[in-house]
């Protein structure tokens, strides 16, 4: 089955660590750029970070630069968001995504996961 | 950083309706425009891509148009399981989400 698998969600206090991890299977991982994409309760969707096929490039939204961290295995068809300095603002559902290509006419996600939840609170 | 901005920001309609969303980017994107469903609770789901070319099994009621900045999606008839909130992205730099269009039902 096609599917990703979000985990390492939990419970962190302000400026804590934690990693999120997403377990492809089902398609070639090696062969897409994958996005975090994040959803505070009851908000919109944002983009957080990606990162190409081979790991050579990636890329964040402002508000995390310098705190979190995209990088991928593809040898265990992971894909991974460490996240430092964690914020309050950072409190959100976190979702793996696979991006897919029309050649000049633009990218997007053809599959997500369920996400995991974050939440930054004391 | 490149700006979306989706009207209206929520709206009723009832079952048969013909709804119509429109995205408005803050510079010039192409058809690197995308669209997307989400339920409460449930992950988002790729509705339309390059802003008019419809995913595999997505129902022909939905059609996508634009090209540069203004991008308008259309539900030719309501159903009942197309409540749900609605976002456009962009993929022309980086990547942004509109705020999203909440469609209830009237």
Known sequence: EV???????????????????????????????????????????????????????????????????????????????????????????????????????????????????????S | DIQMTQSPSALSASVGDRVTITCRASQTISTYLSWYQQKPGKAPELLIYAASTLQSGVPSRFSGSGFGTDFTLTISSLQPEDFATYYCQQSYSTRTFGQGTKVEIK
Do not use: H
Request: proline residues 2%.
């Open chain 1, 3 to 121: 599917q990703l698998v979000e985990s390492g969600g939990g419970l962190v206090q302000p400026g804590g660590s934690l990693r999120l991890s997403c377990a492809a299977s089902g398609f070639t991982f090696s062969s897409y750029w994958m996005s975090w994409v994040r959803q505070a309760p009851g908000k919109g969707l944002e983009w957080v970070a990606n990162i190409k096929q081979d790991g050579t490039e990636n890329y964040y939204v402002d508000s995390v630069k310098g705190r979190f961290t995209i990088s991928r295995d593809n040898a265990k068809n992971s894909l991974y968001l460490q996240m430092n300095s964690l914020r309050a603002e950072d409190t959100a559902v976190y979702y793996c995504a696979r991006e897919n290509a029309v050649t000049n006419m633009g990218w997007y996600f053809d599959l997500w996961g369920r996400g995991t939840l974050v939440t930054v609170s």
